[in-house]
């Protein structure tokens, strides 16, 4: 096992999909705009975020707009998220891994204060060696967190793969120099996700097959 894994928590190993679209269209919801499917989202979603819902409504919302839709989004995510579990077998990759001496960490834009009880909360913190979630604004990409991310580890980046459901995260791994696969789990579309370039899986178990492949 020679490859760095840098997971993505948020539909990668965090298996949400139906907090989001739930929070999602419960925003919508208060903002007077129709519901969206998960086929739908997964095609439309993008970041920085503002630009997802200029997809959805025609526009660019303000900064004020932005702020209300944000807020309502999170509010009703953080209550949904409770009945939500790691993706299939997640827990199990994880543990093999630690277990075999291989290193991983993690790298989301979700809040972090939010983010370190909820991956101790599933029993999993132990397995990485470093864990960063987003201390700054919602909405941005990751490239830059991703950068300050493996700063704080001492790992060759050629040795470096990040595992995550949107084209961002391989646009983070590209930004830093690092390899990247992407998983067909969580907020873009198989068809969005091979535009990427990268491998595009459909489970956790292929994403670290491929990720060992690419390094060995």
């Avoid at 760095?4 to 739930?22: E, R, Y």
């Avoid at 299939?88 to 790298?107: I, P, V, Y």
């Avoid at 969580?186 to 996700?193: E, F, I, T």
Wanted: aromatic share 6%; net charge negative; charged share 20%.
């Amino acid at each position: 096992m020679n490859a760095h894994l840098v997971w993505d928590w948020n539909g990668t190993l965090f298996h949400d999909m139906d907090a989001v679209i739930g929070a999602t269209n419960a925003s919508f919801a208060e903002l007077g705009l129709p519901p969206i499917t998960l086929d739908r989202y997964r095609e439309l979603y993008c970041v920085p975020v503002p630009r997802f819902y200029e997809r959805l409504i025609g526009r660019l919302p303000t900064d004020a707009e932005w702020a209300v839709m944000d807020a309502a989004f999170h509010r009703h995510y953080w209550t949904l998220a409770e009945s939500c579990g790691l993706a299939e077998g997640a827990a199990e990759l994880l543990a093999a891994r630690r277990a075999a001496g291989a290193t991983q960490s993690l790298c989301s834009l979700a809040q972090h204060d939010r983010l370190l009880p909820l991956i101790t909360l599933h029993g999993i913190t132990d397995h990485f060696v470093r864990v960063d979630g987003r201390t700054g604004p919602s909405g941005g990409g990751k490239a830059a967190q991703m950068a300050r991310h493996l700063a704080g580890l001492d790992i060759a980046v050629e040795r470096v793969v990040v595992i995550g459901d949107a084209l961002d995260d391989a646009a983070a791994a590209e930004h830093v120099g690092a390899h990247a696969v992407l998983y067909t789990g969580g907020s873009n579309s198989r068809a969005s996700l091979e535009t990427a370039g990268v491998p595009v899986v459909d489970t956790l178990s292929e994403a670290v097959e491929h990720a060992e492949r690419i390094t060995g």
